[in-house]
């Protein structure tokens, strides 16, 4: 009987969870997390910090989901070493633990580099439950926030703020918001709708400096001389992994490198989820695509395996889906063509309704959709299958142009509640 | 079990399926149909095909979209639903549809298999057989789906 430890409660940890004891109903599962709750959704905690979903819908099981799987559960304590020989874990509570197989879902921290390290009052990242709370009590406060990233994160938080009745400012240090996941023209766009909603963004300016004592946040010294005011900055400039566990003894670039089944360069070690990277289908190489389908994903194919059935993990795909004041955004893949011999893109507007598609030698390699978002799902699959017949039959010419707006919409033209 | 048997190339465009979804929505179960026939020269039915190890659910945030492994189905609960838009970015079969809400946000919707009929709606009343019914032969139906599915995009089923 193999007995299994899962550390991390997340989407990765959660779903491989599920696929082991689909393979197996009787190995013992041990699962490690370092919060106090059952399973939630990090991606629900700007919803929560707007307001829009109540606390306890975050959770996205219960305790009994741990019984039902017959898991036991170690909340609240860290991993703090690996004995990869004798295959044990040791904790922060001093217990040991052995296991047979072993899987590391740690996931990822936010990016808190200079001017925001070494951490100190007032300065936060969005990652956790505990750092929404403090979040929700501060704006419920009067707290003025600064936003600091103009990626999906900062978009999200910002429009969340906004919605919850504060006046948050996104500071942007790219020329425009968005810039590692689309192009120019679809942020002036999304950039058009954040102004109509009063929401304040200022593109092309960089933090020099947190102003402030060590109790308390008091401003923001910007690049171009300029300061804001605030009294709470919160970062959202990406996230790196967690793979501290495993660095100095598996293969670690920016994350754990893992193979199509989720197996780190140790025997009887998987990690999925945040904290590993790994191939990307449209880019060709090795990225960390900390995004919530990868985690569910490479969590079911760790579980899977972990359990002794074959199953791969079908590529990563960078892409995110942003709703920005009721004007949907999706990009994945490669969203800007670089000035070499062999890219070319497509684009089609109408109004406020943007599309995009990249290709690379016939081939479909990423797209930006703007406020006609209802065709991602199957350019997605262009992407992934990359074979000529799909990429002709999206590239527009499935999409008249006076049709491309209600198309890709998604929403059935004349009935009630569609279009927008 | 659920088994819906989609076949593109036997579709005339006659849209019956997309009136009587529409009329089952009206009569209560909310909202907008949610089959879509697009015209001649596209390449899929919009209608959700049940996938195993469905993507949407998968790449569900808010826990609304979930597997009924029983019923062979995937469901989706719009009380749940945030409006991410994740599901349709995830949809090989741009089957995953939103809907603008009177409050400004955007709502999932998503085939449920007509659980209140003996057979969906748009396979009973389809003339051509391009949605065919199929409850009993589970294992052809489930046959096909994963072929489509592997012609649309590598590895939806896995």
Redesign the interface.
């Known amino acids: 009987m193999r007995r299994y430890v899962v550390v991390g409660n997340s989407a990765a940890g959660v ?1 491989a969870i599920r696929s082991i004891r689909a393979y197996d109903g009787s190995g013992p599962i041990t699962l490690v997390s370092e919060e106090p709750y059952p399973f939630y ?1 990090r ?2 905690l700007t ?1 929560y910090v707007a307001g ?2 109540p606390r306890e ?1 975050l959770f ?1 099981v219960g305790e009994g989901f741990y019984r039902v799987h017959g898991v036991e559960v170690l909340l609240g304590v860290r991993v703090v070493g690996l004995d990869v020989y004798g295959r044990r874990l040791e904790l922060s509570d001093g217990r040991v633990i052995p296991y047979d197989v072993l899987l590391v879902a740690t996931g990822a921290r936010p990016v808190l580099a200079r001017p925001f390290s070494p951490a100190r009052e007032g300065v936060m990242g969005l990652r956790f439950l505990g750092d929404a709370e403090r979040l929700r009590r501060a704006t419920a406060a009067g707290a003025r926030v600064a936003v600091v990233g103009g990626g999906p994160a900062g978009i999200k938080l910002a429009c969340a703020l906004r919605e919850a009745g504060g006046n948050p400012t996104l500071l942007v240090s790219s020329p425009h918001i968005l810039s590692q996941v689309a192009d120019d023209e679809a942020a002036l766009l999304l950039e058009s709708r954040l102004a109509a909603h009063g929401l304040r963004v200022r593109c092309g300016v960089e933090v020099r400096e947190v102003a402030g004592g060590p109790h308390g946040v008091e401003g923001l010294v910007l690049s171009d001389g300029t300061c804001v005011a605030c009294d709470l900055v919160v970062v959202c400039k990406g996230v790196e992994p967690r793979a501290e566990l495993l660095a100095g003894k598996a293969e670690v670039r920016r994350g754990v490198v893992v193979d199509d089944r989720m197996r780190t360069s140790l025997p009887e070690v998987y990690a999925a989820g945040d904290v590993v990277e790994c191939t990307d289908v449209a880019w060709g190489q090795g990225r960390v695509g900390a995004i ?2 990868h985690a ?2 490479q969590g ?1 194919v760790a579980g899977a395996n972990m359990a002794g059935v074959h ?2 993990f ?2 990563a795909l960078a ?1 995110n ?3 920005v ?2 004007l ?1 955004f ?1 990009s ?1 893949g490669v969203t800007r063509v670089p000035p070499e011999p062999g890219w070319s893109s497509q684009v089609l507007r109408d109004g406020d309704a943007y599309l995009k598609l990249v290709f690379r030698g016939g081939r479909i390699v990423g797209a930006v959709l703007v406020g006609c ?6 350019i ?3 992407i ?2 990359g074979d000529g017949a ?1 990429q002709q ?1 999206i590239a527009i ?2 999409i008249p142009a006076e049709r491309a707006r209600e ?1 890709c ?4 033209p004349g ?6 | 079990m659920f088994a819906l048997a989609v076949d593109e190339s036997r579709c005339n465009r006659c849209r019956r399926c997309e009136v009587a979804c529409q009329l089952r929505a009206e009569r209560g179960a909310g909202g907008v149909p949610r089959i879509r026939v697009e015209e001649d020269g596209w390449p899929i039915i919009r209608i959700c095909r049940q996938c195993e190890g469905a993507p949407c659910a998968e790449a569900c945030v808010s826990g609304a979209i979930r597997s009924d492994p029983g019923r062979g189905t995937v469901q989706l609960d719009p009380s749940l639903c945030v409006g991410c838009w994740a599901c349709v970015m995830e949809c090989p079969f741009a089957a995953a549809f939103m809907t603008l809400l009177p409050d400004g946000r955007w709502q999932a919707v998503k085939c449920d298999g007509c659980s209140d009929f003996p057979v969906p709606l748009c396979a009973r009343f389809c003339p051509t057989g391009a949605l065919r019914w199929s409850g009993r032969a589970e294992g052809v139906a489930a046959g096909v789906r994963r072929r489509r599915a592997a012609r649309l995009g590598r590895g939806v089923l896995r």
Do not use: C, N, T, Y
């Open positions: 779903s959704s991606v629900l919803h829009r979903v819908r996205l919530w389908p569910v994903a079911k199953l791969l079908r590529g892409r889906s942003l709703d004041f009721g949907p999706v994945m978002a209802g065709l991602a799902g199957v997605q699959a262009a992934r299958r799909w039959r010419a499935g198309v919409q998604g929403g059935i009935a009630e509640g569609s279009g927008g």
